[in-house]
């Protein structure tokens, strides 16, 4: 087999427990922050104005002590406040993002304005009714309430500007991600499409060489090419399957090659119960056992053989195709490694930081392994 990568061939394992959970807490505060921003700004504003009220109604209770009294002055005071909140939110409208040294001043500004009218507005309901506060002066009533209104409504704003970040970074984050998918699918269908051809061409070049010197062989080598590109067709489409169906495809190709190596070729196909069941990338083994025949044939004219396990340990899924021979030093660009580039590629969209992959001499075989942990993503 070509191209060695003599990496220590080691068996991953998931994360550690404690960095695993610091990596689930910091994924539900960005889903719970997510579903906030996905929220419209009419809940999150309603929202927000009546957590803002419940707390005033307490202050209230505590400075009238009449409940009564401080539910109507709170309902009242408050529904102000939202109405001031969709008049800031108009004007706020016109600043874009980001949030600039204008705007900010600005919202300070408009803030204290708003801040200002309301007190006033609160202080005229206060003479009209003549529900003052006890214990504390006019004075001082006032500037309580100033001081209130107005660290709610700077406090409103610049969540207000917070909001509309998030909703255009989410928004960006969103495109950019379908793009990236977009671009993944477009690049997987030119990987497979890579692929395929260069199977039969090395398929045909095997049956021509067979024709005239051996007929039944390569009648033999027709069927088996059928039943193979039949898979093919079926499972085009399809962007997983089952292990068991990959196995069964690769069986069917190293039949196609027996037929034309005949005794010279040897080869078995194993896998564990648990690993049959497992969901790989279509022919994602195809590369690994072509190149395994095409460099273990170039080593030697006598007999080889190609054995293919598949088990599954931990939750880790390892694949291995070993064929007898030694690991050659040529370059991959040179030894015509399209199969195992692709191979690699797939693996990385597949598989990122979940994959290993070796190429490795074990005694007088050569071994690829393929170790994949967790399901793949979807592109």
Not at 145 to 168: C, D, H, N, P, V
Not at 249 to 267: C, D, P, S, T, V
Not at 334 to 355: C, F, N, Q
Request: hydrophobic share 45%; charged share 20%; with cysteine.
């Amino acid at each position: 087999m070509n191209q060695p990568q003599n990496a220590p061939r080691s068996t991953p394992h998931p994360p550690p427990a404690p960095f695993g959970d610091v990596v689930l807490r910091w994924l539900r505060r960005q889903v719970i922050r997510r579903k906030l921003i996905s929220l419209s700004f009419w809940r999150v504003n309603l929202a927000a104005w009546l957590v803002f009220a419940m707390m005033t109604f307490l202050v209230r209770c505590l400075f009238h002590l009449d409940v009564p009294k401080a539910l109507i002055l709170t309902i009242l005071n408050e529904s102000l406040a939202l109405g001031t909140s969709l008049i800031l939110r108009r004007y706020y409208q016109r600043f874009g993002i980001p949030f600039r040294l204008r705007t900010a001043l600005s919202v300070v500004a408009v803030s204290l304005f708003w801040s200002i009218i309301l007190s006033l507005a609160t202080y005229l309901i206060t003479l009209l009714t003549g529900w003052r506060m006890q214990n504390i002066t006019d004075l001082e009533s006032s500037m309580l309430r100033f001081t209130i209104m107005w660290t709610a409504l700077l406090g409103w704003s610049l969540g207000y500007f917070w909001f509309q970040a998030e909703k255009a970074w989410t928004a960006e984050s969103r495109h950019a991600e379908e793009a990236e998918h977009q671009a993944h699918r477009m690049e997987l269908q030119m990987l497979r499409a890579q692929l395929d051809p260069h199977f039969l061409f090395n398929s045909l070049n095997g049956i021509a060489a067979e024709v005239h010197a051996h007929p039944d062989e390569a009648v033999e080598m027709i069927c088996r090419l059928s039943d193979y590109l039949r898979y093919s067709l079926e499972h085009r489409k399809q962007t997983f399957t089952a292990l068991e169906s990959e196995l069964g495809a690769m069986h069917a190709y190293l039949e196609i090659e027996k037929a034309r190596f005949g005794e010279r070729l040897q080869f078995s196909v194993d896998a564990s119960p648990e690993a049959l069941t497992h969901r790989v990338p279509t022919f994602i083994l195809q590369p690994l056992v072509e190149n395994a025949l095409k460099w273990g044939f170039h080593q030697s004219a006598n007999a080889m053989t190609v054995d293919i396990r598949a088990f599954q340990t931990g939750g880790v899924l390892e694949i291995e195709v070993m064929n007898s021979g030694h690991l050659e030093s040529t370059p991959r660009d040179k030894a015509g490694g399209v199969g195992l580039d692709t191979l690699s590629r797939r693996l990385e969209i597949y598989y990122p930081g979940r994959h290993h992959f070796t190429l490795e001499q074990r005694g007088r075989v050569v071994c690829a392994t393929i170790q994949l942990w967790g399901a793949a993503e979807a592109v």
